[in-house]
């Protein structure tokens, strides 16, 4: 295939260029989300806000919940166990 392939897929060129920022932007979202210095200065405003009594009990705890299991993702992510979840 070769050059003449690339001659031929030559207009879709910006759309491949497209598909390829995308990629990034969300392979580097990931990458934050699941950063596990990211997760625990959340936990941290998680809790300063429940001291703050913006944020009830319940609320808290849910957040938590959700927050901890993104932290155990991303420690099986970097211990070489990911589930297919985290980058």
């Known amino acids: 295939m070769g050059l003449f392939s690339e001659i031929l ?3 879709l060129a910006p759309a491949r260029a497209g ?3 995308i990629r ?3 392979g580097e979202a ?5 950063d ?3 997760i625990r200065a959340e936990l941290a405003r998680l809790e300063e806000r429940l001291d703050a009594g913006e944020i009830t009990e319940e609320e808290f705890d849910q957040e938590e919940d959700a927050l901890l ?3 155990e ?13 985290a980058p």
């Open 24 to 26: 990034q932007v969300l």
């Open 30 to 34: 990931e990458r934050i989300y699941y």
């Open 73 to 85: 993702i991303a420690t099986r992510h970097s211990a070489g166990l990911g589930n297919g979840t």
């Open 19 to 21: 598909g390829w920022a």
């Open 9 to 11: 897929l030559l207009p």
């Open 36 to 38: 596990p210095s990211t």
């Open 69 to 71: 299991d993104r932290l």
